[in-house]
Structure formats: C-alpha cells, structure tokens
C-alpha cells in the first residue's frame, strides 16, 4: 500500500512522539520521522514508508537506523519493481558510504544500477560511487584504478572525507604508487594546493611526521591554503614529534582561524595541554568539545 501526501499529512498530526526511536531533535524532523513510524503501525510491511523514514533518519545522520529501515524495506521489495529495488539500493550504499563501509557501497550502487539503468549517469559520477569503487578496486589489487578513482573523486568534491580516507589506506598498501603519483601532479602544476596537502596527509596516515610537518609549514609559509585545519595538521605532526611548544603555538593559530567552533581543534588542544602537563587546561579544554559534541567518542576520553 502506497500512502497520499494527504494520508502522510493526517499521520504527521497523529503520530505521537513515543513512537520515534532515533534521537532527532528537529521538530519538522520528529513530525516526518513521526508520520512514517505511524504508517508501520497501520503496515508493517508498507517499504515506502520504510524508506522514507530511511531517507530521514539518513538526512539527520541516524545511519544505523536508516540502514535497518533499508534493509528492512529490501526485503519486502519483489524483485519485479526494479524503480523501488534500485531506490532501496541507491538509499543502502549511501548510508554505507556514511558508515565507512565502500565496498559493500560499491554493490549496492551497482545493484541498484543493474536494476535501473537510468540511475547510471547520476551515480557513476558521484564522487562516493568513485570513492566505493576506488575501495572495490584496491581490494582487487588494482592500485592504480583506485588512484585514478580517487582523484576524480576529489575533483568532483574535494572535501569528500569517504576519498581521503580511501586514499590513505591505498597509500598504506601502496605508498611509493602513491606519494609518486601526487608529487607528479605537484611537479606539473596540476592542482597544487589540494595535492599538497594530500601528500601531507598520505605521509601522517604512515608516521612520516616529520616528512607531514615540512609539507605543512610549507603550505603556511606559501599560503597555499589559508585554514585553520593546515595550523592544526603542523601541531598534531609537531605533538607525535613531542615539540610540545611548537605544537601548542600551532593550534592556537589554527583555533584563532576557525572561530572558536571547532570541535577537533578543542580536542587536540586538549591533547597537546595533557602531554605539557597542564591538566587542568586539557579538561578545559576537552569540556569545551564534549559540550559542542556530545556524542564525540574522543572528546570525552
């Protein structure tokens, strides 16, 4: 049974507040979250209602939830209804792509690709399609598709955290195909700040700190990229080096960039306070990302 935006508004003002399971805040966000948990009481089995109560709890980072509504939903879908299958799928490897799973994202994007060829162009040039098949690729031993997959997805959108991930771990079962391919690009004037600053991070995801903290004061001294995040990448390179003065000049420039809103910077300032062994200044400083993110693992460490 498919439900109306009518009969989605009327289980909107119906659905009480104890039937949510995820914690989103947001009142239109409980509302939408609320109407569809409402529709799985009448139907249990209704997979639209499934899948956009996934589609929500996606949206609001409730990955975990999401995934169990998908998977869930795609166990309900007949194989016949290709467009529900493929917008199951598409739903599944986005939230995998959330929850660092790339490979098993990769399947899901081409199951739903398979099922829905038109879904082929909007997918296969997503930088996480990229990134998924990057993963698929270095599993298969093909380190130099998966680089190429990288920087296409980097291109497409160079903060994806999914492909710098990816490519630090490409970097740890390939570390001389790696740092050679982005200093070529360096070499040649392709891109020159990014790919700084991705050889900087290829060289701390390996404890080459000391290689990291050069690139990093290079990218200040040229201001290549003028951020708060190059501060803090030369002050953590400088702490797993135990310069602790240097590390700590280092970070309060970077916090002094980022308006005081950054919950990372909190937590290395945090970390560089505790190895000086100013206590009292580490917990002050660790309250301060705690209380701006609650659900921060290392910020209550």
Do not use: W
Request: hydrophobic share 45%.
């Amino acid at each position: 049974m498919r439900f109306s935006p009518s009969l989605l508004a009327i289980a909107m003002l119906m659905a009480p507040t104890a039937i949510l399971r995820a914690d989103i805040t947001h009142p239109a966000a409980q509302a939408v979250v609320g109407a569809y948990s409402r529709m799985l009481t009448i139907n249990p089995n209704d997979a639209d209602a499934l899948l956009g109560r996934a589609l929500e709890y996606y949206k609001h980072g409730e990955n975990t939830m999401a995934m169990t509504d998908v998977t869930s939903a795609r166990a309900i879908i007949k194989d016949s209804d290709k467009a529900r299958y493929a917008k199951a799928m598409k739903l599944g490897a986005d939230i995998d792509m959330r929850l660092g799973n790339y490979a098993q994202a990769y399947t899901q994007y081409e199951s739903a690709i398979k099922a829905d060829p038109s879904l082929a162009d909007g997918i296969s040039s997503s930088a996480d399609f990229l990134v998924a098949r990057a993963c698929h690729n270095r599993l298969a031993g093909d380190n130099s598709a998966a680089m190429t997959d990288i920087l296409d997805a980097i291109a497409a959108q160079p903060d994806n955290n999914a492909a710098t991930n990816e490519l630090t771990l490409l970097s740890q079962a390939d570390f001389a195909g790696v740092t050679q391919t982005i200093n070529s690009l360096i070499d040649s004037g392709n891109n020159v700040a990014t790919n700084t600053d991705l050889l900087g991070r290829v060289m701390m995801a390996n404890y080459r700190f000391a290689d990291a903290e050069a690139i990093y004061q290079n990218i200040i001294d040229r201001n290549l990229i003028n951020s708060h995040a190059m501060f803090a990448r030369l002050a953590e390179c400088q702490l797993a080096q135990c310069k602790l003065i240097e590390a700590g000049i280092n970070i309060d420039l970077g916090m002094s960039k980022d308006g005081g809103g950054i919950t990372d910077n909190f937590i290395l300032k945090s970390r560089i306070e505790r190895a000086r062994g100013n206590r009292s200044e580490a917990i002050r400083f660790a309250r301060y990302a705690a209380n701006q993110s609650p659900d921060n693992t290392d910020a209550r460490r």
